[in-house]
């Protein structure tokens, strides 16, 4: 019987529909959201107008069949309607006390504004007049009629809601009629015959038929599931794999009869700040979305208790039902008709990062739900919001209210920032240290702005999408950060943003959202984070409840972990700052970026204008052999550029060191991984002429030596071009350099009684030859180093390891692991080479193939399971095969995304890595991934002992024994 039943009843303190599948979940699979609650509402005895609820299955057979209801549908509708009548006393479209029932969709995942819902249905001349007798109110009789004739009209008919608008508003204004309120009956009964006209002239028909009238309704609400607005709801929010929406009819209640009914909205708990305190709104004598609506301003809940105390006093106690059944925040509506409440709806509400936090560190404490409940809750990917400076949440309105938007891009890094418009780097640089508060606005930005980036308050381009350089640095950095504001017209040398008829000046303040991307002339006042503050030793732990809640929440989170968490840092700030987020070593600390640092860039252009010609010379010189006169000629033409070449490195060298050193006396005893040199030289050099020409002035060189090296640099594809260990291949002093800089360091923090564990990473191996000969490399300096102390052995240990992010590296990874005592993958780089997408130009594409869903998620943000994510599957099996023991991370950005940290939780690597301010979320992520996948293959490394013992050793907390039934 089970099987063809499309329609469950609810009504008289029983619902069918409690046993179509054991829980919750799957109870919303079938009867959608909101027959679900309505079900269990009716259930737990709760006041509810009782209805039934057409199953999403038969949504879906609907729409399969072109159209047509399944066999038995119609049956079930009608038996369903005689259910109703009797239970209520009522009939449906016609007699004396007649049956009025609301129309309203509900798919498994809530959607709102996806298909309008349809009250007072039941109405024609003929039950109006009833209505009138029954209720002895005419106005109210009207009014319900005129909203049904319109709602029937736009949501089913499709009649342009306008026309209605319109014939609405003639009335009022033959009437004088300011408000629709204002209208009395007789200007109700014009409305009606006007909407009458509004169906003529559309060349529809107004059902008198009440059945034809609910037929109508449901087949509309089928239609909506595949609208085009539906359907791009479901793509933005990610929603796939529902079947179609159900549809709930239930007897309409009226909280618009009078002084004595109302109708509200409310959430269990305070949705923007998780406060535990009953947070809502509602308006007396008003029906439905009125209060949504914003025609009349809504009173907050608690002033209810002084209108309606009775109806006040059940709906905190039906506050604190619904809380323990469902042992979530509820977002609920009610209607109070003449005194009597009733239950419209109840759903899990929608909640800011922050209240998510709250609620579940507070229902968890409460025992409401379980620790690992809570863990499980909380939306990790959102988690870094808590992090970021806010805007000044009254100042931020009133600036839109005040037309001050600017602007809007990407909210491509998150939190609020105001400041001077600078459009360049340096100014940036100049501007804050004369102390000064700059946004750097670029049409987009490059490695040469990292600096300008780091001082400033928030980053702007006008083009670039959440992958671009400016997005990924600044959110590494924690900048807010909105690109791709493609209305920005920048002018670089008039120093002016104009978007129409705004114009903003350099030196002129804006500020901005990064949560919204939005930008706005003039002053926003900014707040820092809590969390930040106390971390930063401003704020005491004890004056911040948001601290306290965060650090419970990850505390519980990193009891349930399987994967270690690393960060990406380069400087001893980032690490800092990460090791207070909570980083357990740094998974990738790129060199590139000290070398762009104040002068160091000089030493290193210096070594780059002449690294070729000494490397040709070099080579012609072995070719010589014996021929003496040959080599002396060579020996002569060497010596310069050599000792340039050897003057550069040697410079560079001490203070690559004093970089090491400082990020491992941050880092103590925690692994460090260092990658060594990556990116293309070229990068490394100016490439607009004015640069050039600054460059040749500050060495003191001719102009044109810099452009035809730039010129001899240039590469159709630097990304696959001479960069990774192929640099290190080409010019092994530069490697060289770089080992003798770490070891050295490592050396000197031990002296000082640090334990550091440096990790030696060769990037871009594809063939496992590289490796040797970079590992070669490596220990040959290693052991000149050893000798030149005296040393036997070194008083640290270090690995020696490899990037996985060639396609190549991860099907050899068998033979590249004989040579690598780790593998951490490269997922930016593999993602590009592994599906041919090139990063800097994907944006183009990209949106496209993720609409037409070729592939599910961007690549580039989220780890691509079935294609890349096999690529890193093959690499985990033939590297351990190899070598069992070997240590297993990922460092590309997908080490903070949450579902890329999920699978790297399935496929069992040791840690991901991920920049300092994504840390916790990647804790939390990794924490929810154990709890949804408990058989995940354990990472065989070991995790530091708290964690290492099996059976997670949680104390049974109250919470948790109250909290499981
Ligand atoms: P949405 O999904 O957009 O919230 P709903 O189906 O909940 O749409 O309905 C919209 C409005 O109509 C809500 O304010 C709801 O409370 C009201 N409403 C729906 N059904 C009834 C009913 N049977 N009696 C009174 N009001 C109703
Ligand atoms: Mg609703
Ligand atoms: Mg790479």
Known sequence: MAKNKYVYFFGGGKAEGMVVAKDEKGRKQILGGKGSGLADMTAAGLPVPEGFTITCQACAECNELGRKWPKGLAEEVEANIAKLEQLTGKTFGRGGNPLLVSVRSGAAVSMPGMMDTVLNLGLNDETLASLIALTG?????????????????????????????????????????????????????????????????????????????????????FQSWNNPRAIKYRQLNDIRGLLGTAVNVQLMVFGNMGGDSGTGVAFTRDPSTGKNEFYGEYLMNAQGEDVVAGIRTPQPIATLANVDPAAYKQLVEIRGKLESHYRDMQDIEFTIEKGKLFMLQTRSGKRTIFAAVRAAVEMAEAGLITRDQAVARVPSGQLSQLFAPVLDRKEE????????????????????????????????????????????????????????????????????????????????????????????????????????????????????????????????????????????????????????????????????????????????????????????????????????????????????????????????????????????????????????????????????????????????????TIRLLDPPLHEFLPQEDANQREMAATMGIDVQIIKNTVASMHEFNPMLGLRGCRLGIAYPDVSAMQVRAIIEAA??????????????????????KELQLQRELTEKVIQQVKAERGLKKLPFPVKIGTMIEVPRGAITADEIATVAEFFSFGTNDLTQMGCGFSRDDAGKFLGDYVRQGIYDYDPFQTLDRGGVGQLVKIAVEKGRKTRPDIKLGICGEH????????????????????????????????????????????????????RAAKKPARKPAKARKKGKR
């Open 397 to 672: 309105g009133a600036a839109e209210k005040q037309g001050r938007i600017l602007a809007k891009g990407l909210p491509a890094s998150p939190g609020g920032a105001c400041g001077q418009v600078v459009f360049h780097a340096d100014v940036a640089e100049a501007w804050a240290k004369e102390g000064k508060k700059v946004i750097l606005v670029r049409i987009e930005t490059s490695p040469e702005d990292v600096g300008g980036m780091a001082v400033a308050q928030a980053v702007v381009t006008a083009r670039g999408g959440m992958t671009s350089h400016a997005a990924v640095v600044a959110r590494g950095m924690g900048t807010p950060c909105v690109a791709g504001a493609g209305d920005l017209r920048i002018d670089y040398s008039a120093k002016t943003i104009t978007v129409q008829d705004k114009i903003v000046r350099e030196g002129e303040h804006v500020s901005l959202s990064g949560f919204t991307g939005t930008v706005y002339v003039g002053q926003i006042k900014v707040q820092p984070s809590e969390i930040i503050q106390v971390q930063d030793g401003v704020l005491k732990p004890e004056e911040s409840l948001l601290f306290q809640q965060y650090s419970k929440l990850l505390g519980w989170s990193d009891r349930i972990r399987k994967l270690g968490v690393r960060t990406n840092a380069d400087i001893p700030r980032d690490a800092d700052r990460a090791s207070k987020m909570g980083a357990e070593g740094i998974g990738l600390c790129r060199t590139e970026h000290m070398f762009f640092e104040g002068n160091r860039i000089v030493s290193f252009r210096r070594f780059i204008l002449v690294a070729d010609e000494v490397k040709r010379l070099r080579e012609e010189l072995a070719a010589a052999g014996d021929d003496q006169a040959k080599a002396a000629a060579i020996h002569q033409k060497l010596a310069v550029p050599e000792a340039q070449y050897n003057q550069a490195l040697a410079e560079l060298l001490p203070l690559q060191r004093s970089d090491f050193e400082g990020i491992f006396r941050v880092m103590g005893s925690r692994p460090v």
């Open 747 to 768: 050396l000197k923090v031990c002296g000082e009684g640090f334990k550091p564990h440096p990790e030696i990473m060769i990037p871009l191996v594809g063939a496992v």
């Open 137 to 221: 109110n005419e106005r109210f009789a009207y009014d319900a009629y005129r909203r049904f004739m319109q709602m029937f009209g736009d949501v089913v008919l499709g009649i342009e809601h306008h026309d209605f608008e319109h014939a609405l508003q003639s009335v009022k204004d033959r009437r004088g009629a300011k408000l629709d309120t204002d209208l009395d009956v007789t200007g109700l009964r014009e409305v009606v015959a006007e909407y009458k006209k509004a169906y003529e002239h559309a060349g529809k028909a107004f059902p008198q038929d009440a059945r034809k009238q609910l037929e109508a309704s449901i087949n509309a609400v």
């Open 895 to 946: 080490g903070g995304d949450p579902m890329s940290v999920e699978f790297c939780h399935m496929v069992g690597l040791n840690y991901v890595s991920c920049s300092p301010y994504r840390v916790p979320v990647a804790r939390l992520a990794a924490a929810q991934a154990a709890l949804k996948h408990p058989y995940g293959q354990p990472a065989t490394e070991a995790k530091p002992a708290k």
